[in-house]
């Protein structure tokens, strides 16, 4: 879906399509040459980082294997419960293998927290986080985060996997959503 088909619902364009898959593209070049041959598992968070984990695979200049994982940080509405809880587990075992995970926003970064350490429990390696956006401002743990794409304002953003009610996923840009749609 192209920016001019969400009429009023789109407030402005954030990051166009060009200006993300340049950086993915420089993303993947980095975790490549980081792991200089040695082999990393990417671990993406569903839903969210669909779109970032296959562009960011398809510009790596080699195979590098996948793997999903859904978890679910709310408890009714839009405010989060605290308690954090797996919908879909990893089907691979990671012990003594490097893991890259995949996100598509780091907000808050409580629920990436608890995946991390959920994840580092298992004794891989390593833990790294690749993530395409992160808002700075909305920070209430810290996350060391290996690859950002971009920082971005703590607006409520949409597109590129992003959604707002399960619609806007499939926008090729990143853009904020008016307050209108959501208000």
Not at 32 to 53: I, N, R, S, T
Not at 68 to 82: E, L, P
Not at 164 to 182: F, K, Q, S
Request: net charge negative.
């Amino acid at each position: 879906m192209d920016a001019e088909h969400m009429g009023a619902d789109l407030e402005r364009v954030l990051i166009s399509e060009e200006e993300i898959q340049r950086r993915l593209g420089e993303i993947a070049q980095d975790i490549w040459d980081h792991y200089a041959g040695e082999e990393f598992l990417l671990v993406g968070v569903l839903k969210g980082a669909v779109l970032v984990m296959a562009d960011l695979m398809r510009a790596f200049p080699g195979s590098a294997p996948m793997d999903w994982m859904a978890v679910s940080s709310y408890g009714s509405g839009t405010k989060s419960s605290g308690v954090v809880r797996i919908l879909k587990d990893l089907d691979t075992d990671i012990t003594d293998r490097h893991v890259v995970i995949v996100e598509d926003i780091i907000d808050s970064g409580l629920t990436l927290s608890w995946i991390r350490a959920n994840l580092e429990s298992r004794h891989p390696k390593s833990v790294e986080i690749c993530t395409l956006l992160r808002k700075p401002d909305a920070a209430k743990v810290a996350i060391d985060c290996r690859w950002v794409g971009f920082d971005i304002p703590n607006d409520f953003v949409v597109g590129y996997g992003l959604d707002y009610d399960e619609r806007y996923r499939n926008l090729r840009v990143i853009g904020t959503l008016a307050p209108h749609v959501y208000s």
